[in-house]
Nanobody
Framework: QVQLVESGGGLVQPGGSLRLSCAASIIGFRFHDVGWYRQAPGKQRELVARITSVGSINYADSTEGRFTISRDNAKTTVYLQMNSLKPDDTAVYYC???????????WGQGTQVTVSS
């Protein structure tokens, strides 16, 4: 059974840092595009950062320069390093994996990130 399990969320003060991890149990993980999305209360889910199977990366305008996405195919894990956090970054963060070959799209259960003093 495919699972994406996020960890690393929590409460942090403005200007602080957090590192999210997403452990994936997916056969052929390295062939999947993976990414992080977030959803704040009352808002739609939005892209935070994404890294393709060949290592191309894109960020949302609001996170570029502060967040860094990376993947470790040997550990089937994707990371999101978040620095200079702002209250507007408060949301549930979801891990996603997508395969263009199969069309399958997988989501984690989400981890809460709260930026507040």
């Amino acid at each position: 059974q495919v699972q994406l399990v996020e960890s690393g969320g929590g409460l942090v003060q403005p200007g602080g840092s957090l590192r999210l991890s997403c452990a994936a149990s997916i056969i052929g993980f390295r062939f999947h595009d993976v990414g992080w999305y977030r959803q704040a209360p009352g808002k739609q889910r939005e892209l935070v950062a994404r890294i393709t199977s060949v290592g191309s990366i894109n960020y949302a305008d609001s996170t570029e320069g502060r967040f860094t996405i990376s993947r470790d195919n040997a550990k089937t894990t994707v990371y999101l390093q978040m620095n200079s956090l702002k209250p507007d970054d408060t949301a549930v963060y979801y891990c996603n994996a997508f395969s263009f070959n199969t069309g399958r799209d997988y989501w984690g259960q989400g981890t809460q990130v709260t930026v507040s003093s």
